[in-house]
């Protein structure tokens, strides 16, 4: 993960400028790049556009056959008590909001993972997403990976099996 945020951090510094686009996708998120012990990237439509063609795999997610489709890939990851618990409350405040679904989730033993998967849907255009994978690993670190975009049903539900 650790070598995947660096790449992405560096993809990241390449489109900076269309970083303040992303943050009105979804306000919440927004906090975290400058929060202090939060990884954080943020990659918008053009970045995506450009990586294409290439196999792009996010914490297993293929994201390969929808990047055309994305709006904007965030991952942000944290590992420090404090982080973890505002992290935890965003989520919670999240999962509780209208228009957000549990589409997945899984616990995983042999990892001490804990993986959520909500959607929330635009009501303006049903066809624009939030996808918001809340990945909790036994409280030692927790991630959110989130993805926006206008999906067809059949990119969707490729992207809900690790597939795209």
Known sequence: MKKLLTTLIALTLITGTFIGKAFAQNPLFGKYGSMDN???????SPMLKLIGGGSTV???VEIKGITNALKSLLIINAKEKNVLEVMKKDYQTLRQTDGYDVYMEVKDPDSNEHVTTIIGHN???DKEVEVVM?????GTSHTFIVLTGKFTDEQLAKLLKGKS
């Open 58 to 60: 996010i914490n297993g």
């Open 134 to 138: 809340s990945i909790d690993k036994s």
């Open 38 to 44: 939060v990884e954080y990237v943020c990659i918008t």
């Open 123 to 125: 009501p303006d255009n």
